[in-house]
């Protein structure tokens, strides 16, 4: 306690006027870059509430003159027929999002415990092989992928963008390296009471590997939710579009409504926000231990 109490006192005593001058140069700092980060999505929240004309206006207002909610209603309410509605486009959104991470989970996470822990002829080849195929611009692929979805018959459909996104090399990578830290005593303790490989994978490694599986979760909805090339290419009706290409509409050959196009973005980025808000905890920690291997 008492080497304790001198080294506390030593401190304290280190703590000259510069030391909280350079600690408040700090903080204000650290407010500084905070404000510039959030000042573009804030403009865009105000931009939200603002006639189309208060948005091109130069120079730019921060705030609206007239704080028009009606705008939110608007885009809201949208209908370009054919079952092309705000709601549905919202829905589809989340339904690929949530299905598409959903299978990521399930499948890499199978893959990444059969490269982690098992053995197998062509291993380490399938591994790299596995690997390089991430090394491919996804432009390359873009018109074999259209033309065998064409030939599928599944253009115009959920499954065009379901089956291609069901598994990725990224999510496998992830997993693997997560995997592979886990102590390899959890598994033989295991075996002795006579679990299978199903067994161990159900019951030792899933739960022991949430964060990582949160994070590939929450990167692939993300991926999902925020797509556009693949979804304006294989859906073409307006009841199957996602919001990222609805939001054209708003954009038209000689007017674009930028107000509506600005609350249409809200409505894309808050449930990406509030899902990164809520599993935040668990994406750092399974970030952090990716790569590190025990």
């Not at 921060?62 to 939110?72: A, F, G, I, R």
């Not at 490989?197 to 994070?215: C, E």
Request: proline share 5%; net charge positive; with cysteine.
């Amino acid at each position: 306690m008492a080497v304790e109490s001198r080294t506390i006192k030593k401190r304290k005593a280190q703590r000259t006027p510069g030391y909280y001058i350079s600690l408040v140069l700090r903080y204000a700092l650290l407010l500084l870059i905070a404000a510039v980060s959030l000042m573009p999505f804030f403009l865009a929240f105000t931009g939200t509430f603002k006639t189309n004309a208060e948005i091109i206006a130069f120079p730019p207002k921060v705030l609206p003159e007239k704080w028009l909610v009606e705008n939110w209603a608007k885009v809201w309410n949208t209908d370009i027929g054919s079952g092309g509605t705000f709601p549905r486009w919202l829905f589809n959104t989340a339904f690929l999002s949530v299905t598409v991470a959903s299978l990521q989970v399930i499948c890499c996470s199978m893959a990444a415990y059969a490269f982690a822990r098992m053995d197998f002829p062509g291993k380490n080849a399938t591994f790299n092989f596995m690997l390089a195929t991430m090394m491919i611009p996804g432009a390359v692929t873009l018109i074999p992928a259209y033309v065998l979805m064409s030939k599928m018959h599944l253009i115009n459909t959920y499954w065009a963008l379901i089956i291609p996104g069901a598994v990725g090399a990224s999510g496998i990578f992830m997993l693997t390296q997560f995997f592979k830290s886990i102590p390899v005593d959890l598994e033989e303790a295991a075996v002795i009471d006579g679990a299978s490989h199903m067994k161990i994978f159900t019951n030792v490694i899933l739960p022991l590997a949430r964060p990582a599986l949160l994070t590939v979760f929450i990167l692939q909805f993300q991926g999902m939710w925020n797509a556009f090339l693949q979804p304006l290419l294989y859906e073409n009706t307006p009841d199957m579009y996602v919001l990222n290409v609805a939001l054209s509409i708003f954009k038209q050959q000689y007017k674009a409504q930028w107000n509506l196009t600005l609350v249409g973005a809200m409505f894309n980025a808050i449930p990406v926000l509030i899902l990164f808000f809520i599993f935040s905890r668990y994406y750092i920690e399974g970030v952090s231990y990716t790569g590190v291997k025990g």
